[in-house]
């Protein structure tokens, strides 16, 4: 099959890991851009010699010429440019935060289904090597039937250099990094029943909350804790991995700073390195991150051509972006959410 054309909407700070990984991944390439800024538009044609380039993303439909749709945009636009690939029938990839709320996140799905399109939301830290390495482990039954979990990500890192709007929104860390961390705890314990969440704002240059302790009860009885938090200062900076704590009825798997993986069980205990690829247009610390978008992307192609729904389909995504919204509800309520009869 001749490689796939792609499109990509929003040149932006993240954007240039997509770019980057879209070079390396087979099978596809990325033949038209768009951004309502000028200078991002051409900053990132000349670096990766894009020459159709658009201000506007109807236009860029209009003319048309591409298979797929990247939606790398900050996520205002993201239910507008959804809908808008679905009236092209173009398949869609749209980056995380998903929506500004479940109602428009059931609406995308739904747009995206009757138009008979792929969706699927760029959900990238389950592709993690170390996060891989830990669903690998718990599969091969290594530490029996998983009873606990604590997926946990502490940090002090400056994110708002890079992404300054993260200090502007009234919501923070569970809509810009905790949905990930939520979203491994379903990868890794399966879905959730109920949540329970409590949050705090400890730095007061910004407007949202920058730590959050969330307690996840999962369809299969196993409890997990998703704990975030950008207020944790640190001897060694772990930005951005995510340690894993699992307890099972056989033994235990931790997975802790700089990528050390431990599995315990009957036979002994066993250590070993996941720490990802640096890839060649990577950088530290960001190359755990930088390869996962590598991954997904990879994984986006092969489902395109080879079918089947992608892992972080938009249908999957609406029961991570729900934790999301009752997070919110529990730590504004002090209630535990009923996440179920949100889908
Ligand atoms: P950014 O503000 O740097 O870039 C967004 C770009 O989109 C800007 O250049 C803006 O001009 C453009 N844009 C916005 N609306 C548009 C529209 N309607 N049409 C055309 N262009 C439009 O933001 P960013 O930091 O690159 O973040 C983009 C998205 O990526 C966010 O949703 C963010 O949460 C996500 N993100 C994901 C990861 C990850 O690991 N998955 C990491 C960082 C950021
Ligand atoms: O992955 C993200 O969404 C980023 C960061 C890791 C900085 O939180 O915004």
Redesign the pocket.
Known sequence: MADLKGAL???????I?QMHAWKDVDGAAIVAI????PE?LDIVGEQFGIERRY???AAMFADGGFDFVDI???????R??VEMAASHKIPAIC???FARTLVDAKAMVEACRKAGIPLMV????RWQTPIQAVRRLLDSTAIGIPFWGRFSFRSGYDVFS??P?LAEGERFIIE?LGI?TLDIARFILGDVKTLTARTKRVNPNIKGEDVATILLDHESGVTSVVDVSYATKLGTEPFPETLIELDGTDGTIRLSAGYRLEVTNAAGTVVSDASPQLLSWASRPWHN?QE??YAIQKHWVDRLKNGGEPATSGVDNLKTFALVEAAYDSAASGKTIDVEAML
């Open positions: 909407i929003g040149c932006g700070f993240f954007a890991n768009c951004d309502r800024d991002r201000t506007d993303a790398a945009t900050t996520v205002q636009s993201h507008a440019l980056q995380k935060p760029h959900e990238n830290f890079g992404q709007y810009d990930h991150i996962s978008v």
